[in-house]
């Protein structure tokens, strides 16, 4: 037979699930709030700051369904 799924019923892992869904609203906000205060002033040529940017960007979008 093969395993198709399984599911972990830890409770732990639940709370901690509930929470950060819970959380996720403040953390895009609070994200796009420091993109719009840093993101202008970073240096153009520094490509970790870049990146970092990008991916913020990336995780909003998705978070919104974009």
């Excluded at 950060?20 to 205060?37: G, K, R």
């Excluded at 970092?52 to 909003?60: E, F, N």
Aim: no cysteine.
């Amino acid at each position: 037979y093969w395993t198709v799924a399984e599911v972990n019923n830890r409770r732990d892992e639940r709370e901690a699930n509930a929470r950060l869904i819970a959380a996720a609203p403040d953390l895009i906000e609070a994200l796009e709030y420091a993109l719009s205060m840093w993101g202008d002033y970073l240096p153009a040529g520094n490509s970790n700051a870049m990146k970092a940017i990008k991916q913020a960007r990336l995780a909003i979008d998705k978070a919104k369904g974009k």
